[in-house]
C-alpha cells in the first residue's frame, strides 16, 4: 500500500486557500488509488499507462489554468504547481505528459492561437481525448534553440515543413505537436502539426534510464504540407516557444517537491522500522542529520515555490525567478534522492521502493527544460547584466 505521509513542517497549508487544498488533496487521493499502484511495473517495463490519461484530465491536469469555456479548470497558479507536486510525487514521467499537455501545448494554442485553433483543440487536449506534444529540442540544438534547423517555407496555399526534433516527451502517441520552426526569412514560428500528415513520423526513442513511464520520440518532418491555417498568429521569435517554457518551468519547480517528499517520507519511515545494532538506524546520528537536512531543503523550497505562485498569480513572476526555483527545486530533489537511497541501504536500489526510480528520473528533469548550468547562467545574466550566451 501507499503509506505517502506529506510532510509540513512550517505549516505551508496555512498559506492556502480551501479550493488549493481541495485540489491537492483530490490530486493526492487519486496518485494514491491510480498511479503508485501500477507506476513501478511502467517503469520497469518502460511502458506509458495510456490508461491514466482520463484520471489526468479528471483531477484538472490538463490546462487547470485556462478558462472554463475551453475545457480548462480555471484555477489559480498555485493549484497549479499543487497539481504539478502531486503527481511527480507519483513519478515524474507521468508529471512530464500534464506538464507538457498544459503548458507546452493548451497555453501555445491559447496564448497565441485564433478563436478557431483554440475552439479545435483547447476542449479535446482538456479532456485527454487528444494528446499533444511540443518539438523545439533538435539533434544539433538543444541548449541553444535559436540555431534551430527546422524550416517552412510558403507554397502558396501551404507551408512544407522539413527538419526533425528530439527528446520530445510524448511524441510517439501525440495527436498534434506544436513545432516550431524558422520560415524563409529565419523567423521562428508555431505550427500545429497533426498525426496522419503524410510525411510526418514520431520514432520513439528507447533504452532510457530516466523517465522510464513517460513515452520519448523524434519528430521527423519530410516535406509534410501543413495547411495555412495550422500557424500560430500572435506571436513569432524566440520569445514564443522560452514563454511557454517559464509555464512549465514553473510546473516542475513545484513538481520537483513531490518527488522529494516521496523519498524523505520513505526514508523517514524506514529509518524508524529498519534496526541495525540493536536500535533503529534513525537514532544514529548520521541519518538524523540526512533526515533533518532533507526536511529543511523540503520547507525552503515550498516557501520558494509557493512565493513564486502568488508573483506568478499577479502577473510578477519574471523568467530569470523562475529558473532560479526550477534549478534549486530539482537540484534539491536529486540530493534528497540520493540521500534517502543511501539510508535504505541494499533495499533502496530496489523497486520495493519509489526513491531509486525518482532518482533517476530527476537525472532527465535537471536537464530539460533547460539545463542547470543554464539557469544558473540566466540567474548570472540577471543579476550582473553581463550575457554569458553571446
Ligand atoms: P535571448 O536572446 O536571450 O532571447 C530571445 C528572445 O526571447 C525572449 N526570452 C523570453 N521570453 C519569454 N520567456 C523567457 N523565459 C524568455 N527568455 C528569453 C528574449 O527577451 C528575446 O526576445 P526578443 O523580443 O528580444 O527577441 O535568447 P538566446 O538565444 O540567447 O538563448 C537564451 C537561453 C539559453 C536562456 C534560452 O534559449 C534557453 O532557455 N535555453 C534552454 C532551452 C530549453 O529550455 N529547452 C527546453 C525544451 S522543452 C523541454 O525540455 C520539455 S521537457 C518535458 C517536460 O516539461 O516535462
Ligand atoms: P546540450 O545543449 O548539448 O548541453 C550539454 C551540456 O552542455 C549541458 O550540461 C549544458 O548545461 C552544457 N552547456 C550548453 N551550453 C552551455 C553554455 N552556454 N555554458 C555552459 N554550459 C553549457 N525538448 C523538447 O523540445 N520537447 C520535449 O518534450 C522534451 N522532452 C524531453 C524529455 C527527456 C526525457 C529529455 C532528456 C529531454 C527532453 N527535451 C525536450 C530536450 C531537453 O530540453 C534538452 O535535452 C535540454 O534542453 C538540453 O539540450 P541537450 O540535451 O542538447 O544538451
Known amino acids: 500500500p501507499d503509506l505517502f505521509q506529506a510532510p509540513d513542517y512550517y505549516q505551508v497549508d496555512d498559506l492556502l486557500s480551501e479550493e488549493h487544498k481541495l485540489v491537492r488533496n483530490t490530486a493526492r487521493a487519486w496518485v494514491k488509488r491510480d498511479v503508485s499502484p501500477i507506476i513501478e511495473e511502467c517503469a520497469q517495463q518502460a511502458k506509458f499507462p495510456k490508461t491514466i490519461i482520463k484520471g489526468l484530465a479528471k483531477i484538472g491536469a490538463f490546462g487547470p489554468d485556462l478558462p472554463l469555456e475551453y475545457g480548462g479548470a480555471g484555477l489559480d497558479q498555485i493549484s497549479y504547481g499543487l497539481i504539478m ?11 512530464s505528459t500534464a506538464s507538457v499537455q498544459s503548458s507546452l501545448v493548451m497555453y501555445p494554442i491559447f496564448t497565441y492561437g485564433n478563436e478557431t485553433q483554440r475552439k479545435k483543440y483547447l476542449p479535446k487536449l482538456a ?3 487528444w494528446m499533444g506534444c511540443f518539438g523545439l529540442t533538435e539533434p544539433n540544438h538543444g541548449s541553444n534553440p535559436a540555431g534551430m534547423e527546422t524550416s517552412f517555407v510558403d507554397k502558396g496555399d501551404h507551408y512544407l515543413l522539413n527538419g526533425a526534433k528530439m527528446w520530445i516527451s510524448n511524441a510517439p502517441f501525440a495527436h498534434v505537436a506544436v513545432v516550431w520552426a524558422k520560415n524563409e526569412e529565419g523567423r521562428i514560428h508555431g505550427l500545429l502539426v497533426e498525426r496522419g500528415m503524410e ?6 526513442t528507447h533504452n532510457k534510464w530516466s523517465l522510464r513511464a513517460s513515452a520519448t520520440g523524434e519528430l521527423i518532418f519530410n516535406n509534410v504540407k501543413v495547411p495555412k491555417e495550422n500557424i500560430l498568429p500572435n506571436k513569432s521569435g524566440l520569445g514564443a516557444p522560452l514563454g511557454c517554457l517559464d509555464s512549465a518551468r514553473f510546473g516542475i519547480a513545484w513538481g520537483a517537491i513531490g518527488a522529494a517528499m516521496d523519498c524523505y517520507d520513505t526514508a523517514l519511515r524506514y529509518s524508524k522500522e529498519r534496526e541495525q545494532f540493536g536500535r533503529p538506524i534513525g537514532q544514529f546520528q548520521l541519518q538524523q542529520k540526512k533526515l533533518a537536512e532533507m526536511i529543511t531543503e523540503i520547507t525552503k523550497a515550498q516557501l520558494l515555490a509557493w512565493r513564486l505562485g502568488t508573483l506568478k498569480n499577479e502577473g510578477n513572476a519574471s523568467s530569470a525567478q523562475i529558473s532560479m526555483a526550477k534549478r534549486n527545486n530539482v537540484e534539491m530533489a536529486v540530493k534528497i534522492a540520493r540521500a534517502a537511497r543511501q539510508m535504505l541501504g541494499g533495499m533502496g536500489i530496489t523497486g520495493e521502493y519509489s526513491i531509486m526510480r525518482h532518482m533517476m528520473n530527476l537525472e532527465s528533469v535537471l536537464t530539460y527544460e533547460g539545463t542547470h548550468d543554464i539557469h544558473l547562467l540566466i540567474t548570472g545574466f ?3 547584466g553581463l550575457n554569458a550566451f553571446s
Do not use: A, L
Not at 199 to 204: A, D, H, I, L
Open 85 to 95: 507536486q502531486e503527481i511527480e510525487r507519483g513519478d515524474s514521467g507521468i508529471r
Open 127 to 129: 479532456s485527454g481525448e
Open 199 to 204: 510525411g510526418f513520423s514520431t520514432p520513439e
Open 382 to 384: 540577471d543579476i550582473t
